[in-house]
């Protein structure tokens, strides 16, 4: 939003309804492969429930007076998992089986082949979005490092050589959501604090290989994972300030639920930053006057100018009546004061902002 003093955004996903998705399975997994009986609708209605639940997401966000918006990602199982398994080289009928750092054992896709993008993947989701609002429309997408985190490595000489592959076929999605009108490109990069040394070793030309050529204003957006799924998250990334000498131009990072030290912004001074102050993992409707002193103390590094509120991660994982009641309890940072009129009045857009919304 050229111009617009602190606009505020989502970070990507929204809460699939009910009758599209089956919530409590949901609630258990974040899916790396595909997982078709999450799906409450048959195969021959799916994709007009999609368009549905789209733009019931898009018509909330709308109301709800969010600047920047997206479709919601109602047509994913999990934000990475669409995209990855869509492409060429990639084995989704016989999975690996991982184990991440928390312990979990996880079925990823297995990389058996060159990986290729054959089609769009996404460019449909662009073109509906772009064609049902006239707001800031954002598409995200998998960052390439957290593909490559996310995969078993078959093929490729190494992991870097397969990140960089996983980039080439972002940077073709990217480049054709592009040309379909979206505003804003983001990649999701949760998988950055996994493996620091190799995001150290790569991270950066991955990612800045997965943009380039694009014109609009791209994203990176990092965070220590959903809260329904991670409850106890660290004070600090472990991989963030070297994100300062990459091609995009705006940082995204969860801050309220962690309590981030936000010092670190320092290390920013040339990048526009997302940042997150709704505590997804709270289940009560946080003060729009605690929203407003989060506002304030990102302001203490960042020129307002540069600041972009949104919450800590997709909110995927709430439930519709929880994200509801954010939404119109966050009505009550009208009235907050001690930030001066306009910083107040952005903080009341809940995260968004000033209408409710409604249940139809």
């Not at 003093?5 to 699939?16: K, R």
């Not at 076929?169 to 959501?177: K, R």
């Not at 994100?243 to 962690?258: C, F, K, R, V």
């Not at 001066?340 to 919304?357: L, N």
Request: proline content about 6%; glycine content about 6%; hydrophobic content about 45%.
């Amino acid at each position: 939003m050229p111009g617009k003093l602190l606009p505020t955004t989502v970070v990507g996903s929204y809460p699939q309804p009910d009758w599209l998705v089956d919530r409590a399975m949901l609630s258990k997994i974040v899916p790396r492969v595909r997982v078709r009986e999450l799906w409450r609708v048959a195969d021959a209605f799916l994709g007009q429930a999609q368009d549905d639940a789209t733009l019931l997401a898009i018509r909330d966000m709308e109301r709800a007076g969010v600047d920047v918006i997206t479709d919601g990602e109602m047509r994913r199982e999990s934000y990475s998992n669409r995209f990855a398994t869509a492409l060429e080289g990639v084995d989704v009928e016989r999975p690996a089986m991982i184990t991440n750092r928390a312990g979990r054992t996880l079925a990823v896709p297995r990389v058996v082949g060159p990986i290729r993008r054959l089609h769009p993947v996404e460019l449909r989701d662009a073109k509906f979005l772009r064609a049902n609002t006239d707001r800031v429309a954002k598409i995200t997408l998998p960052g390439p490092f957290t593909l490559a985190q996310q995969a078993k490595n078959e093929y490729y000489a190494d992991d870097e050589e397969m990140a960089l592959a996983f980039a080439a076929a972002v940077n073709a999605e990217a480049l054709d959501l592009q040309a379909a009108g979206a505003d804003v490109i983001q990649l999701d990069e949760p998988w950055l604090r996994n493996d620091p040394a190799a995001a150290t070793r790569y991270a950066l030309k991955a990612i800045d290989r997965a943009l380039a050529g694009l014109a609009v204003p791209t994203v990176v957006h990092l965070c220590f994972g959903y809260a329904a799924v991670v409850r106890e998250k660290p004070s600090g990334y472990s991989f963030l300030p070297q994100l300062a000498d990459t091609i995009a131009g705006q940082i995204s990072i969860e801050a309220a639920q962690p309590r981030l030290d936000l010092g670190v912004l320092k290390d920013f001074a040339r990048k526009k930053i997302v940042l997150g102050v709704i505590d997804l993992g709270d289940p009560r409707i946080e003060p729009a006057g605690t929203i407003a002193e989060r506002i304030r103390a990102g302001l203490a590094y960042v020129d307002a100018e540069r600041l972009i509120p949104a919450p800590d991660c997709g909110m995927k994982y709430l439930s519709r009546e929880l994200a509801f009641r954010q939404a119109e309890g966050d009505v009550r940072g009208r009235r907050d004061r001690a930030a001066g009129a306009r910083v107040a009045w952005r903080a009341a857009q809940p995260v968004f902002g000033g209408a409710k919304f409604s249940r139809r």
